[in-house]
């Protein structure tokens, strides 16, 4: 069941890149209309959510464990109308401020990006969701003090979460329904303004709020899964065929595409010159001095410390108050030092990565071979990921030899576990500064905009409900295993769906910035 769930959420997080990669081998469109259609998502429901919580206060939505005031079909209705508004007419306002990206195949680019960012957000959400799930299987949840209503909802979800491992499809089969619908509204919306007639803006409007209000109103009568996709296809059907009909008649233009063999070899290529490179700027050894250096001094300076106190003069009576250490404070010392020293040379060894190349000229010699843009950046973050990767290896070995020695024995399955939580914790911030490093004129530039993102992500950490699905949740979640060395420590697989999706997400923007510079 926790394998077909992961496939599923990994899915919803990649699908709509994916069908992306593929279109592009066919059509002329930048990645940065995919990120677009990302941008015109989050900003259709900073207006979104408020409009609901503002109605939900007026009394004309009910809150989640209150009967409705009104039929059911009216607040269906409702709920689809402000989602159509809100979203049909942020993707209006993309095309308004895209005037010279305006052709067919640019609103399906723009559609998948909207459609697929809300279905990396439904990961997440799904993940953090399965993780509650999986810590209340044989619990008994009379025992949870809960509300007649929630409790009913959690023991339908956990019914739902026991069944065949194929109900992990279902979320998925939404997604790819949702996300094509997606598409045939951005074209619709497109097909506003190269027709310069709003009947399709308000069609497009109609159409949202119709399969909205549709689908409100059988979650509300029932709870089979089946009949809600079933019902979301049969609406979906007649844009789809629309949107057949109109590729036909509105044929996009077509780009010559290279054989993958080729890109493959010179993504492979490029990985090696990166590795090569990293070995002879001496990058490889001065990332794994330091994590060696921490990954040794952490346990030496847990156990130690104590006695260190001790021989100060002075400082002895400050000594006896500190408890014996223990391999739980060993575990401690190596997560708060690595996650500081390592946070600072992903950021210092990343910002020069484009930003140095495109400097030095060496990035438009590289690129004349020839060698596609995604490949030279997706190199530089395989090469990077690698180096980090044996940089965790030896210090983690080498901090759980010393532990061992001085504490006794140590889980060795746990303590990689808690080493592969630091590590994708410390990918998403290589990410974040291989964005900079794109984004930046030069590398002070990159620097700036590498820790400037760096710092935004640590400080949503400290959000009340989002926080803890924030990469530093990962941080606290080793932090738990170290501490309670594994025992009842409940998952956390939202956190490891927001560093996925963060890592795509930097991804994306660095290839869509690259992409649109000339060299």
Not at 373 to 399: C, E, H
Not at 484 to 497: C, E, F, Q, T
Request: net charge positive; glycine share 10%; with cysteine.
């Amino acid at each position: 069941m926790i394998l077909t769930y992961a496939l599923a959420i990994l899915l919803m997080l990649g699908l709509a890149i994916a069908v992306t990669v593929l279109l592009r081998r066919r059509v002329k469109a930048p990645w940065f209309l995919f990120l677009v259609g990302v941008a015109t998502f989050a900003g259709s429901q900073a207006v979104h959510l408020p409009l609901n919580e503002g109605l939900t206060r007026l009394g004309w939505l009910p809150e989640q464990t209150q009967t409705p005031a009104f039929p059911l079909w009216c607040t269906a209705l409702l709920l689809g109308l402000t989602s159509g508004l809100c979203e049909e007419s942020a993707r209006a306002l993309g095309y308004a401020l895209l005037p010279r990206w305006r052709r067919f195949e640019h609103s399906l680019l723009l559609g998948l990006g909207h459609g697929g960012f809300e279905a990396m957000v439904l990961g997440v959400l799904t993940a953090a969701s399965l993780s509650s799930l999986a810590a209340l299987r044989g619990v008994d949840l009379q025992t949870l003090a809960l509300p007649p209503e929630q409790l009913a909802a959690l023991t339908a979800q956990l019914t739902v979460f026991e069944q065949s491992p194929l109900s992990a499809a279902l979320p998925l089969l939404e997604r790819v329904l949702a996300m094509t619908l997606h598409v045939v509204l951005s074209a619709l919306v497109w097909r506003a303004f190269v027709s310069r007639k709003a009947i399709y803006y308000l069609a497009a409007v109609a159409y949202h709020a119709a399969a909205n209000a549709a689908l409100v109103t059988i979650a509300g009568t029932t709870d089979n899964a089946l009949l809600t996709y079933a019902v979301l296809a049969l609406l979906l059907a007649p844009g789809l065929w629309w949107l057949v009909r109109l590729w036909r008649k509105t044929p996009p233009a077509l780009s010559p595409a290279t054989p993958y063999k080729v890109e493959v070899a010179a993504f492979l290529a490029a990985t090696r010159k990166e590795l090569l490179q990293q070995w002879r700027t001496k990058r490889v050894l001065v990332v794994a001095a330091v994590f060696i250096l921490f990954g040794l001094f952490s346990p030496l300076l847990a156990y130690f410390t104590p006695q260190l106190l001790g021989s100060i003069e002075g400082a002895e009576m400050f000594a006896d108050l500190i408890p014996t250490p223990t391999a739980v404070d060993a575990i401690g010392q190596y997560l708060k030092n690595l996650s500081q020293f390592g946070f600072i040379i992903a950021v210092l060894l990343g910002m020069g990565a484009v930003a140095g190349e495109r400097e030095r000229g060496t990035a438009a010699l590289v690129l004349s071979k020839p060698l596609p843009r995604w490949a030279f950046i997706l190199s530089k973050f395989t090469a990077q990921t690698v180096v980090y990767a044996g940089g965790f290896l030896v210090a983690g070995l080498g901090a759980y030899s010393y532990t061992v020695v001085l504490f006794g024995a140590l889980d060795f399955g746990l303590f990689m576990a808690i080493n592969a939580l630091l590590f994708l914790w410390l990918m998403v911030f290589v990410a974040v500064a291989l964005l900079g490093s794109a984004l930046g004129g030069s590398t002070g530039a990159a620097a700036g905009i590498g820790l400037g993102g760096a710092v935004a992500l640590l400080l949503a950490g400290s959000l009340p409900r989002v926080g803890p699905l924030m990469p530093g949740g990962l941080l606290a979640w080793a932090g738990q295993l170290g501490a309670l060395k594994g025992a009842a420590v409940p998952s956390n697989g939202g956190a490891i769906a927001t560093a996925g999706a963060l890592i795509l997400l930097c991804l994306l923007g660095a290839l869509a910035a690259f992409e649109r510079q000339e060299l």
